[in-house]
């Protein structure tokens, strides 16, 4: 028993473009993470599927959906089919690979989406369970490397200063698993694991003492 | 903190004196820090989107996914059914219509409700259509129908799986039909007793569905199987409201549902390499559609190993 589904929207939604929740929403929602934890112009995206992604990504534009994705579109945005097109007019370069290995994440719909710039890249392993619900397994910051276990909510929050114990104080009641902290230079990186959706409250709270928080 | 399994569903249902639809809205407000209104209207947009995609499947001439390999067939059945001759009766062809007019809009990419998946999209709007005009079902009534299916929904999810790629089609349209079977028995005033033995039932009889999309895409044979997932729901549902029951209990059938998932071979688990995808022509169909390089290879099938790790 893994309750990776926790809403009843998981289960009636999401609300999408067809065709398919795994391979087209769940892709969507993998891109939008690298979208999300990237925030920055984006000169170059490379996808690698694995397994069932390698094999029909074509069929269930799962192109498209990443690629919508990473622009930022959710999966209801009538520009979702579009968005390879677009991402190309906005100069964006875009590569496809189909990995004939096994999933690195151990997930027949992986996908392994890195954005880039002449700043930094980003690689975030993420697998589609089915239904348009996802994990992310995976997440690569420019050489600082988090694993978090799957399920979402997670939150990365970055500082100049150690702020991890005002971090406990807010959410420590929600954590699903311990605190993880990595340091690049004087640079702290916090991966919060939580059970439960943070109250906006909270969030605001955290904020106070970093804007620099993404909460997926 | 959550409903782990359908009994302890009925548990809390019989405890509580209220039906399941009540229970997971409750576990809702608790888990997502929302409003009951909130999720209450977030339900209804669903339900406006489900509608919506059944009707434009079935106006003019219907739609047309981009390959062309599907569309266009929900209008035939509309056309069938006003001629009023048909063999099974409106209320399975009204089933039908609706199951293929919303997978026919899916494969058109356009706009539907997941429900769990959008692969299985139409199975839900099929059973909810029919218990709507049968019962006269009002609007909330349909939320509520929702709320129902989402909570057998969600312990299959949690318990096994809802995706084609790991538990092949019974996890899906089979799962749907399951969830549709016991949401209609809960509308239709049965017990929570006996939605759960619609949903044994109806899960039972899709077990071993193999997920097997020619070319990769959720058009065939995913379109035509909603309407086996709708119709089996409504007669599952019709058995547990005459008193059948499933000997086998909800829990354990799902938990064969997802043993019987861990043991199909990759290519009949969405990789399109499988089953009606290896065929002469859906291997030809699969040519004409993305030209030829492509790379499927029949003996996959008797060639899979682990491949998971």
Known sequence: MTNRYRSVFDIIGPIMIGPSSSHTAGAVAIGHVANRLFHAPIKTVRVRYFESFAQTHRGHGTDYAVIAGVLGFDPADRRVPNAVDLARRQGIEITFIEDQHPSPIGHPNTAAITLENAEKYLTVWGCSVGGGAIEIRKIDFNGLIFEPQGSLPLIYVEAEQEIGQALDQIFGANYRLPRVTLMRGRHHIYQLDLLDKPFPEQLEQARRISQDLISL | ?309
């Open chain 2, 1 to 309: 903190m959550m409903y782990e399994t359908i009994a302890d569903l009925l548990a809390a249902a019989a405890a509580q004196q209220q039906p399941i639809s009540e229970l997971i809205i409750e576990q809702e407000i608790k888990l997502s820090h929302s409003s009951r209104e909130i999720i209450w209207a977030t339900m209804g947009k669903n339900l406006e989107v489900m509608h919506e995609a059944a009707i434009k499947g079935a106006s003019g001439a219907g739609v047309t996914s981009a390959t062309g390999i599907s569309g266009g067939e929900a209008v035939l059945l509309k056309k069938y059914r006003e001629k009023g001759q048909s063999l099974s009766g409106d209320t399975m062809l009204l089933a039908m219509q609706n199951a293929v007019a919303t997978n026919e809009v899916n494969a058109a990419m356009g706009i539907i409700c997941a429900t769990p998946t959008a692969g299985s999209a139409g199975t839900l709007p099929g059973v909810l259509s029919v218990v709507t005009e049968r019962l006269h079902l009002q609007r909330d009534d349909q939320i509520r129908f929702l709320f129902c299916a989402s909570a057998f929904g969600m312990i299959v999810a949690n318990q096994a799986m809802i995706a084609g790629a790991t538990g092949g089609c019974q996890a899906e349209v089979g799962s749907a039909s399951a969830m549709g079977a016991a949401a209609a028995v809960e509308v239709a005033g049965g017990t929570p007793e006996q939605a759960a033995q619609a949903f044994a039932m109806a899960m039972s009889n899709l077990l071993g569905l193999v997920c097997d999309p020619v070319a990769g895409l959720v058009e065939v044979p995913c379109i035509k199987r909603n309407v086996v997932g709708a119709v089996n729901a409504l007669t599952a549902a019709d058995m547990a409201l005459a008193g059948l029951t499933s000997q086998i209990p909800a829990d354990e059938v799902i938990l064969a549902m997802k043993r019987i998932g861990q043991n199909l071979p990759a290519s009949l688990r969405e990789t399109g390499l499988g089953g009606l995808a290896a065929t002469p022509t859906g291997i030809a169909l699969k040519m004409k559609i993305f030209g030829q390089d492509v790379s499927i290879h029949p003996d996959d099938e008797n060639n899979d190993s682990a491949r998971e790790s």
